[in-house]
């Protein structure tokens, strides 16, 4: 199918419409249902993804971006907690970037380190931990969680909005980390998150699990998979887990 027709197909959602759609979705015993609610749902990203793959039309392929989207929207659907403020399209955006610099990377069209996306990836788990502490998302707290200077920060959100990960001047063997990140921030960037994030709360009102869970997902950057298998736990009790200790934290 022509992408020109899946878009024109697609019904683009509202942030409220999606999670009903959620809701029912988990709520259903339908299996046919659940099937034609995921569909719709991701359909639905059709306009996004496209969007973003035409900042890298003169990089690849567009029909592949475009499937590479549709993988990482698919990927990124069974993570998705529809309880919290943040909209699907939202929580996708850095999913399907990631998605398509990776296939950029794999045909050696786009030159990117991965260094360089583990450092933009700070700065979006910065802003995401900000939000769920209800403090304000601005440059001056992201710098204080991340040790990045605020001019550097100002300037890589204003990259990312206008070009993504869209580099290309970088010299042969280069890292984008030498050009837009303070140095020092890398040796003291793991120790800055977990005070500037944790530093004022009472660790003792957590157990040992949601302790291990935050500070897995916020501090070390692991998945909700990745900090399952470590406690031996699913994904869906550590999601859960990473809820009620963020409550207790915004109850201090």
Request: charged share 30%; net charge neutral.
């Given at each position: 199918m022509k992408i020109s027709t899946i878009i024109?197909?697609?019904?683009?959602?509202?942030?409220?419409?999606?999670?009903?759609?959620?809701?029912?979705?988990?709520?259903?015993?339908?299996?046919?249902?659940?099937?034609?609610?995921?569909?719709?749902?991701?359909?639905?990203?059709?306009?996004?993804?496209?969007?973003?793959?035409?900042?890298?039309?003169?990089?690849?392929?567009?029909?592949?971006?475009f499937q590479e989207g549709m993988i990482a929207?698919?990927?990124?659907?069974?993570?998705?907690?529809?309880?919290?403020?943040?909209?699907?399209?939202?929580?996708?955006?850095?999913?399907?970037?990631?998605?398509?610099?990776?296939?950029?990377?794999?045909?050696?069209?786009?030159?990117?380190?991965?260094?360089?996306?583990?450092?933009?990836?700070?700065?979006?788990?910065?802003?995401?931990?900000?939000?769920?502490?209800?403090?304000?998302?601005?440059?001056?707290?992201?710098?204080?969680?991340?040790?990045?200077?605020?001019?550097?920060?100002?300037?890589?959100?204003?990259?990312?909005?206008?070009?993504?990960?869209?580099?290309?001047?970088?010299?042969?063997?280069?890292?984008?980390?030498?050009?837009?990140?303070?140095?020092?921030?890398?040796?003291?960037?793991?120790?800055?998150?977990?005070?500037?994030?944790?530093?004022?709360?009472?660790?003792?009102?957590?157990?040992?699990?949601?302790?291990?869970?935050?500070?897995?997902?916020?501090?070390?950057?692991?998945?909700?998979?990745?900090?399952?298998t470590e406690l031996k736990l699913t994904e869906?009790?550590?999601?859960?887990?990473?809820?009620?200790?963020?409550?207790?934290?915004?109850?201090?």
């Amino acid at each position: 199918m022509k992408i020109s027709t899946i878009i024109d197909s697609s019904k683009v959602l509202t942030k409220e419409q999606e999670k009903t759609l959620f809701k029912e979705y988990y709520e259903t015993p339908s299996t046919r249902r659940k099937r034609e609610i995921k569909d719709a749902i991701v359909l639905a990203q059709s306009r996004h993804i496209i969007s973003i793959a035409q900042i890298y039309r003169d990089k690849g392929d567009i029909e592949d971006l475009f499937q590479e989207g549709m993988i990482a929207v698919l990927e990124a659907f069974p993570n998705y907690d529809y309880t919290q403020n943040a909209s699907f399209m939202t929580y996708t955006k850095q999913a399907i970037i990631r998605q398509m610099a990776k296939y950029l990377r794999r045909t050696k069209v786009m030159k990117i380190s991965e260094p360089a996306v583990n450092k933009l990836r700070k700065i979006n788990k910065a802003k995401q931990l900000l939000e769920r502490l209800k403090k304000p998302i601005t440059t001056t707290e992201i710098a204080k969680l991340t040790n990045i200077q605020e001019t550097t920060i100002i300037s890589i959100l204003n990259a990312i909005s206008t070009v993504e990960l869209n580099v290309t001047s970088l010299d042969e063997g280069e890292e984008l980390i030498d050009t837009i990140v303070d140095r020092d921030a890398e040796e003291q960037l793991e120790n800055a998150l977990n005070n500037a994030a944790f530093g004022h709360i009472d660790m003792s009102i957590l157990s040992p699990t949601e302790f291990a869970t935050l500070n897995g997902l916020y501090v070390e950057d692991k998945t909700h998979a990745e900090i399952a298998t470590e406690l031996k736990l699913t994904e869906k009790q550590i999601r859960m887990t990473e809820v009620r200790a963020m409550r207790l934290i915004e109850r201090q």
